[in-house]
């Protein structure tokens, strides 16, 4: 169990990518916080016993503070975040308004800035070692029709990313952003149904399928763990092979 006696921070931990994390960050022996935002996707980790769920939304860091203490109070000091809530938004862009732009900066940059702060500084404190995992999107490095707000705060990630990890090296503190490419979360069912989309998406996977959830989570595990303890200011990603075709 590559996370044995770790104690790791997800957001998202709903649905999809998150999910998983949470499901199999536990099984490699974490115990896991977790935000969700929704209270019918509390039932889902009703029966696991290292894992504590949180309601609420990753834009109000007093949410982050709280977790943080209430980590102290259980003795289960966080060493691993995992930065995976996040809004997806496509509109054209000569349509994309000002409130547009802020709604998905907030949420997928500037709550995540916000949250590493909060985290380092807590690290810092506790004079300990960390591992902060981000999670971006091929749409990032890459660029998609219609995609340009949710493209420009994936970007804004990888450039947070790494010149945190230059600028936290010396005090243990890593970080590292995945960018997975086309995955079966929640909106693969809906995204199937537009025929002729999703045979071009498989068409431009050279493996010729969409990702697992689990496949992703695989590497968020080994980044937490102490395993990739030399890596840190990385961007990966885990695409099928989409980014080099």
């Known amino acids: ?4 006696n770790k104690n790791i921070l997800i957001t998202g931990g ?11 960050a536990s099984k490699e022996g974490a115990f896991v916080y977790t935000i969700i935002k929704s209270k019918t996707d509390k039932k889902k980790f009703r029966n696991l016993k290292n894992v504590k769920v949180y309601i609420g939304n990753v834009s109000n860091t007093k949410i982050i503070q709280r977790i943080l203490k209430d980590s102290i109070k259980d003795k289960k000091i966080i060493s691993g975040l995992v930065n995976n809530a996040g809004i997806r938004q496509r509109i054209k862009f000569n349509k994309i308004s000002n409130k547009n732009l802020k709604d998905v900066f907030e949420t997928n940059f500037f709550s995540i800035f916000n949250i590493m702060q909060v985290f380092t500084k807590y690290l810092l404190k506790k004079n300990l070692k960390g591992s902060i995992v981000n999670i971006g999107s091929i749409v990032g490095p890459a660029g998609f029709p219609e995609l340009s707000g949710y493209a420009s705060t994936k970007s804004a990630l990888i450039g947070l990313t790494k010149s945190y990890a ?20 929640s909106y693969f069912k809906k995204f199937k149904q537009k025929k002729k989309l999703y045979k071009w998406t498989l068409s431009r996977i050279p493996m010729g399928r969409w990702g697992e959830p689990n496949e992703i989570s695989y590497l968020i595990n080994f980044l937490l763990s102490d395993k990739s303890q030399y890596i840190t200011g990385e961007s990966i990603n885990i695409d099928g092979g989409w980014l080099n075709s």
């Not at 649905?15 to 199999?24: A, F, L, M, T």
């Not at 230059?166 to 979360?185: D, L, Q, Y």
């Open 14 to 24: 709903g649905k999809g990518i998150g999910y998983y994390s949470v499901i199999n």
């Open 1 to 4: 169990m590559i996370l044995k």
């Open 166 to 185: 230059v600028e936290m090296s010396k005090k243990n503190i890593r970080a590292n952003i995945i960018n997975p490419g086309f995955t079966k979360t």
